[in-house]
């Protein structure tokens, strides 16, 4: 079946810090992806998305490329905020499909 | 606003005391399910529903029942809830076509003791 793996983490940054978090799918098709972020005690926020190969996902200075050719959705931002501390979510959906599946999550601290 | 509203946000329970918690949409969404999240585990789909009484199981619906009357509403029933069912659940609802994600409730910690 579908599946999502991604960094789990906990990753611990300085404020402007790069961060890039890795996730790589394994699906049957052209499924659409997404970034899910949860801040503390908040359930799940869509960060970005991308439907389809080469499209770019951006929002709050976040960035994913869906890249097809290496099954993979990276996430990046060039410079974090303790702002920007939460869990991350990788997720795929299949067209047709009844759910979204995702990744565990990575937490992620960035410190002052 | 457009928003999931989900009821308790915390709630504490004993063993075998059946409970419910609530979940309402206000985006006229067909689609909606129930998740819930454990260390380690990610999250993972309880039951689903495409539209008005129509349901079905996802990955974990074993001790948990649903039902969808209306359209807005959603609840999660735990009939005989046992302490393997302590986690954080959350209420998402999407248009049917689910091509853009969906939106979640702010989630239930439940504990059961």
């Known amino acids: 079946g579908d599946s999502v793996t991604q960094m789990e983490g906990p990753v611990t940054l300085s404020e402007e810090a790069f961060l890039t978090i890795n996730c790589t799918y394994t699906?049957?098709?052209?499924?659409?992806l997404f970034w899910y972020v949860q801040y503390p005690g908040e359930g799940l926020q869509l960060l970005l998305k991308a439907t389809k190969a080469d499209d770019k996902g951006s929002n709050k200075g976040f960035e994913a490329t869906y890249r097809k050719e290496t099954t993979s959705f990276h996430l990046e931002k060039g410079s974090v905020q303790v702002s920007d501390s939460a869990v991350y979510f990788c997720?795929?959906?299949?067209?047709?499909?009844?759910?979204?599946?995702f990744g565990k999550g990575m937490k992620l601290t960035v410190n002052p | 606003e457009a928003q999931v509203t989900q009821n308790p946000r915390y709630l504490i329970t004993v063993t075998g005391k059946k409970l419910t918690v609530t979940c309402s949409q206000n985006?006229?969404?067909?689609?909606m399910s129930w998740y819930r999240q454990d260390p380690g585990l990610g999250l993972r789909q309880i039951y689903y529903s495409m539209n008005v009484e129509v349901t079905d199981k996802g990955d974990v619906p074993e001790g948990y029942k649903v039902s969808r009357k209306e359209k807005r509403n959603f609840p999660l029933i735990l009939e005989s809830p046992s302490p393997n069912q302590t986690s954080l659940y959350f209420c998402a609802s999407s248009p049917w076509d689910r091509v853009d994600g969906y939106t979640f409730g702010s989630g239930t910690r439940l504990t059961v003791v």
């Open positions: 699906a049957t098709g052209y499924p659409s």
């Open positions: 985006m006229n969404h067909e689609y």
């Open positions: 997720a795929l959906s299949q067209g047709g499909s009844e759910k979204l599946v």
